[in-house]
């Protein structure tokens, strides 16, 4: 299972849930998938997906799914030190882990080598981690989602992407209809 | 009234309820304030560029962010500044100390003071200079100016300033 197919699996979990996205192709999957306004695509700033997705959760109530990858994870390594003392309870961190960087070419990670990202967030504190493999990421995240209590996923992948289209929404259109609908929920 | 606590009201009259912080020695104060604030959730940060994606978020969220941080790390703050604050337009406060100005007692800070005024200039970013104690009357005007404005604005805060507050 490549991550495509991962992103794609997940999307009947996700009911009202706000979805904070990885740069690149992950956002450009979501974007051909599953486009709805609840969708925050990240279009720059490789590593804050987590971040952004920390920062929305302990700022209202509505549950938040962040959607990131082991390269962004890597990028800013510090978010899981960070996330681990400011746990928000509506906050779901998926981090679909293929061992690579998928948008620039697949280069190898250190998370696809000697590395487990999951034995780096329960080290840097976080309370409740989980991995899994592509085929689970689903029923994990349904279960997160429903669970009131922040859960970092570790979804283990292969490598690998499909054609996917650019996205062309204006980033300001992006943010104010995903504000519209923070502003629904709360 | 102590500077530090000036300054947390100055956020709290422009609403700002939500700061992320990367110690410097001249802004330890200020940091214990924003600690103290019941009305203010303070979200300490490893890393600036990490700190620009939780204010961001924290704006997503409907909640005023600022930023307090170290002139040092403008170099590392680009990138977040131009492709996520920027791009998205979003408002942004950045109470910055302006390490490396006269009275600075570590030369390698000079460095970095040297590019922190053109480095702001080349990415349009409104900057505010606090030099003398009675600058700090500017501050409520400049946060109200940048939630008006929705953009990032630095407010550089000296050696000078420090000592005088």
């Not at chain 1, 003392?85 to 779901?92: G, I, K, L």
């Not at chain 1, 970092?152 to 062309?168: A, D, H, R, Y």
């Amino acid at each position: 299972m490549i991550r495509s197919e991962v992103t794609k699996s997940i999307i009947p979990v996700i009911t009202d849930e706000l979805v904070v996205c990885n740069i690149g192709l992950p956002s450009q999957e979501l974007f051909m998938h599953d486009d709805q306004p609840s969708n925050f695509y990240m279009l720059g700033t490789m590593g804050l997906c987590s971040s952004i997705g920390l920062g929305l959760a302990l700022n209202q109530n509505a549950p938040v799914l962040a959607i990131d990858g082991d390269g962004s994870i890597l990028t800013n390594f510090g978010t899981l030190a960070t996330i681990a003392n400011n746990p928000a309870d509506n906050f779901t961190l998926l981090i679909i882990d293929n061992g690579s960087y998928g948008s620039t070419g697949d280069q190898p990670t250190y998370a696809g080598k000697k590395t487990s990202l999951s034995k780096v967030a329960k080290a840097c504190g976080c309370a409740n981690v989980i991995e899994c493999q592509g085929e689970e990421a689903a029923e994990e995240v349904g279960k997160a989602l429903k669970g009131n209590q922040m859960t970092i996923i570790v979804c283990k992948c292969e490598s690998g992407n499909v054609p996917v289209p650019n996205i062309l929404t204006h980033p300001v259109s992006i943010r104010d209809r995903f504000m519209t609908e923070v502003e629904a929920r709360n | 009234m102590d500077i530090n606590e000036r300054i947390v009201d100055d956020f709290i009259r422009n609403e700002i309820g939500f700061v992320t912080t990367v110690p410097c020695k001249q802004l330890s104060g200020v940091i214990d304030a924003v600690e103290k604030h019941d009305q203010i959730h303070h979200v300490p940060c490893n890393h600036e560029a990490e700190g620009m994606g939780l204010c961001a978020g924290a704006f997503l969220g409907g909640t005023r962010p600022c930023i307090i941080m170290q002139n040092t790390a403008l170099g590392v703050t680009v990138n977040s500044l131009a492709a996520l604050i920027q791009y998205y337009q979003m408002p942004l406060p950045m109470l910055i100390s302006y390490r490396g100005e006269v009275g600075e007692k570590v030369a390698c800070q000079v460095e970095m003071a040297m590019h922190t005024k053109p480095i702001l200039q080349q990415m349009n970013i409104p900057s505010y200079h606090l030099h003398k104690a009675d600058d700090i009357e500017e501050l409520s005007a400049i946060l109200n100016h940048t939630f008006m404005a929705s953009k990032p604005t630095a407010i550089l805060a000296d050696a000078s300033f420090w000592s005088a507050t």
